[in-house]
């Protein structure tokens, strides 16, 4: 067997082991399990994304009306269904952009922005045929055909480049009314409820879990029992209900939804309570004479933070979505308010001729649920690493 | 206790008497609800004269007093008489629902089975493939799923393939091919959530210590799976299909309404946007009673499952 | 009786986390003989576990086996394929595992279980293959078993849980059983009747036994022979006798001053100081270095070597990876510390 060579003086004993000194595992442990969270939070890509998307959000939603020149409400009948982009005919020295679903000409400004109908001279409907004069020049529009042709002193007009409506960049809805700001107010809404929800939710259920876990015994089945039962209704179907004696509007909205999800929370805290009760510090504390509150907030509460905090995250996308849900079947906000449910709905409407007004609250609402499911997801692996993928 | 013994009358005679009175509950709700909306059922009729509303009460029995309304109204729906529709004169409740139960019932069962027939299979398939392309693949569709409001999959996929394409018919049901639209925006959701659960559940039951034995027994890999693993990761799997259910249900309000099927749905949508307050009610406990009849199936198909539990003694 | 069984030679086994690569097994050695009961001791994370799962390349997921072979039967284990490895696993190499509350499908009668693998490896239909698990499990003496058989997992208690799990083990009558710590999750009645049990057994069949337990009272009162891991590395390996008598580890001298003693009551324990390395990052000395109270510097510097070396005290066939039994080291050290 041969071995290493090794000098005289390795043979002399350590004066100390070293032992418990420099063992990184200790200083593993003792690691704080909120820095971890944080960390693995922050290494989780799709949260960090959807974290990201939902402070654009709320930033575009709280300033984003301020900047525009436009109200959500003011309507302007003959700039309606106006597209976000569109090809300009060039007549005379002005620009022109057909809107081939209602057959109008509107006259488009310098900077870009469509801002004037252009009332035709003539409209034969014999031969399906409007006549407009401009700058001297006979603009025909002959919509006998599929799509319409339009023509400039006789000849065929050739339309331009694809451009950005500078006036409206996600164009105009059947009233008239600036589409960017119609979303952002949805957006309002959305977040509004959200946090309505999120805030009266936890109230409710820290409470009544806590209740019903500290008292325990008959109270506890009793109040067990009601969320048992309150359990086996659809949210949905309670909304409704709400919603039809409370009559639409955002208040009722932001009462119905605030409080329909207390019962996951309401049971999360009562077994959190059940367990820290079986537990030896928490008799200590009583016995010291602790008050019910005082255990409540100082020892519960940060032992429950985590899947509190999982449960508040996750539902947030259902309070958005039962929102616009009731707003798309007529039971939420009422006109002229916009969510992305009416928008949704309204967009429904003129599917067939403007199916671009379905795109904006679609995308908004499906990127907004998306933001905070990923957000939700990641909060739960990083407080329960074991469940990571 | 042997397996033979294993059906809990008791513990099913207690479960329909608590149903019994959690249906109780929800009539005497909806009731007080319905009879809490400021101003009558007649009120958003365009200024009736007063002789025709007291004749119309009288018609309707709120002439009454509220008790004595309360006591026909619970008579009626214990002998499955849900009264007659406020707004429709000579409709009854019931005849509504008859009408549109043919309708919901196929499109949810539909939506059920396709749920579980490419729910399922999906999350074993990512399960199985964890980390690799299929895995990400299925779970990254399933978050879409998850995010995209259902009536937002139904319109964005009306526009697409019925508008835009021609391929499905844009409303009712003549047509198999009008039943791939509802259906997919149904069940979108609920296919997406069983699937992630799948994969969860198969996962966590793989690092069990009874798949460590079947392992240690010899067994191929594929028995190991299918036999230990996935019957058990399957449990909670069920347990979830009786609230689906009852989602679907709820889910399918919209979806009615988008493409205009005849169902129970649009039913209750019209009769809110009518105020028709008995077909209201009576549409929300019929949902009410259908639901809790899942939940009882769910839970003694859970028994079937799981010889852990005993619904016999104790809670 | 004679002639090894088993001899598994410089095997080391990695495990993939999150916080890095866990080197649970480095190079370890082990020879099992037939008809013996070979011990395995070692605290948690020393690597004993992992080492007999890594014989029957039952790891768990982010595990790998980088070196070493398992000569069993004329084949190298670690090099067959996952496909004729399942033909090992059950017929000729039986396993029971810890927690027998959990190592048992919950959801299938234990008859079913026991004729699994019975019909796995054996040519038998249902019906005999359901025969066979009533006798075994009257063989591992489950009252009633005729009827019991039907039963499932959660209607027995751990220790007749344990008794299941040791009938499946033995159902093909395996040259091997393989025993994770089989009554670490059992009380101590329970525990004696378990060890007596799996004692009788290698008597009946004549199977070799590898028992992985913490706890040395297990060894001394089951085993033939003993291996001490520590740092997923063998520390000593003696007959059972020389190791409770001339330990020559400093580890195993300490684990064995750790054993409460009866007839020394009131004198306070003296548990081994320190934790264990992190093995993630191992000394590159002697795993135990940073703990011993004989440590020299070569200790921190070279692993020591791992053999039955003449002349320095060992018993036949006892073998210590320590410097101190090195014919090299100071003989007033190795004095002051066997004393």
Redesign the interface.
Known sequence: ?T??V?AP??????TT????V?????T?ATRGFWRGVRDRLLRHRPAMAGLTFIILLVLAAAFGPMASPYSYFEQKLELSNLPPVYRPYTVGGGLVFVNASNLSLYSINPEGGIDGLLRPDDRDMINRQSTWVIDGHAVVLDFSQRPPVLSVDGAPATAGALSLNRRNPFGTDQLGRDVLVRQLYGARISLLVAAAAVLTNFVIGVVYGGISGLLGGRVDAVMMRFVEIVATIPLTLYVILMMVVLQSGLLSVVLAIGTVYWVDMARIVRGQILTLKSQDYVAAARTMGASTSRILFRHLLPNAFGPILVTLTMLIPSAIFIESFMSFIGLGVTPPQASWGTLTSEAVETLRAYPHQLFFPAVAISLTMLAFNFLGDGLRDALD?RL?S | ???ASRLPLGWLGRRIGMMGLTLLAIITLTFALMHAVPGGPFVSEKMLAPEIEAALNAKFGLDQPLWRQYLNYLGGVLSFDLGPSFKYPGVSVNSMIREGLAVTAQTGLLAIICVVAFGVPAGIVAALNRGRWPDTLAMFVASLGIAVPSYVIATVSLYIFALRLGWTPAFGLDDWRGYILPVVALSGFWMSFVARLTRSSLLETM????I??????????STVIL??GL??SL?PVVTVLGPVVANLLTGSFVIEQIFALPGIGRHFVLSITNRDYTAIMGITIFYAVFLMLMILIVDLLYLL????ISYGEGR | MTGAVLEVQGLRTEYRT??GIVQAVRGVDLTLQRGEILGLVGESGSGKSVTCMSI?R?L??GGQITAGIAQFDGQDLLQLS??Q???????RI??I?Q?PM????????VGRQIA??LL??RRMSTAAARARAVELLEMVRIPSAA?RI???P??FSGGMRQRV?IA??IACEPDILIADEPTTALDVTIQRQILGLLKELRDRLGMAIILVTHDLGVIAETADRVMVLYGGCVMEAAVVADLFAVPRHPYTRGLLAAIPDPRAAGRPLSPV??????MR?PPPGCPF??????????????PP?Y?E?DGTGLQPGQRARC?LV?P???AS?VAEAVS
């Open positions: 067997m071995g290493p090794i003086d390795m043979w002399i004993p350590m082991p070293v032992g418990a420099t063992d990184p595992q200790v593993t690493p990571a | 206790m042997t397996s690092e069990q210590d009874y460590m034995t079947a392992r240690a027994k010899g067994l191929p890999a036999r230990h019957r058990n449990i499952l799981d010889p852990r | 999150g916080n029957l039952l768990k997921r996952e496909r490895l399942t033909r090992i696993r059950g017929e039986g396993v595992f927690d959990s190592a048992l499908n919950p959801t299938m009668t699994e693998v796995r490896h009827t039907d039963s499932y959660h209607e799990m499946i083990a100081p320190g934790s264990p390395p992190d990052n270095s940073p703990r011993c109270p004989q440590a020299m510097h070569v200790c921190s510097t070279f070597l053999g070396v410097w090195d090299a080291a100071p050290l």
